[in-house]
């Protein structure tokens, strides 16, 4: 089964704008994990939100879950060009993590 | 600050031709992966591998593949034959704990694998 799938799949939106990218996953989880790739890069990690935790924060990240309803957000807050990329959420089952499709997002200067 | 490496950066080979991808692991992580993706696709689980032995593996992860740790800091993905749709960004990814606390994973910046 499809696990970590994020909507939507692109956004653009305008610099110093938010952007709030969502993932939604199936099964349970140990944790979960946001990452972020570079056109043509390796993955980043960037926060990991533990299943007994409803909210963290990191810098201008801000990341939510919702283990009743099997989902979590990620938020950029005050965008910046730098922050053009493709976004990944990541579920944790111990001996893996599965990727979704990723959210592309464009800063528009 | 440790990094995981990965080469070559990008290999160009014939289908049907073996290849070894290599990477070295951050040298204190014991749980080690490699991911592929394909362009423009999502990045998918190939397997772990952990104390010397695969932990897990996806279906993609066939018997034209295999994975060896030969000296402790080297790990390496082995395609037997390629094939036109082994074509992709393969990525090596370690962490240092799993099981029921487990950490980020820290990857390479892959090794792109284009079969002709």
């Known amino acids: 089964s499809q696990q970590g799938e994020e909507d939507p799949q692109a956004l653009s939106i305008q610099e110093g704008e938010n952007a709030t990218m969502n993932c939604s996953y199936k099964?349970?989880?140990?944790?979960l994990q946001w990452y972020r790739q570079n056109s043509g890069r390796g993955l980043v990690h960037l926060i990991l939100i533990r299943s007994n935790e409803r909210e963290k924060h990191s810098g201008r990240l801000r990341v939510t879950l919702d283990t009743s309803k099997k989902s979590s957000s990620l938020l950029i807050t005050a965008s910046r060009a730098a922050d053009t990329a493709s976004y990944f959420c990541?579920?944790?089952?111990?001996?893996?993590?599965?990727f979704g499709q990723g959210t592309r997002l464009t800063i528009n200067p | 600050e440790p990094e995981v490496t990965q080469t070559p950066s990008h290999q160009v080979t014939q289908m049907g031709q073996e290849v070894i991808l290599r990477c070295v692991p951050i040298s204190n992580h014991l749980y080690f992966y490699w991911y592929r993706q394909i362009l423009g696709q999502k990045v998918e689980f190939l397997v772990s591998f952990y104390n010397n032995e695969i932990s897990e593996k996806s279906e993609i992860f066939d018997d034209q593949f295999s994975v060896e740790r030969p000296d402790g800091s080297n790990f390496t993905l082995k395609i037997r034959s390629t094939k036109l749709e082994d074509s992709a960004m393969y990525f090596c990814a370690s962490r240092e704990t799993s099981g029921s606390s487990p950490g980020e994973l820290f990857f390479g910046e892959g090794s792109r694998l284009t079969v002709l």
């Open positions: 099964t349970s989880i140990n944790n």
């Open positions: 990541a579920t944790d089952r111990a001996q893996k993590l599965v």
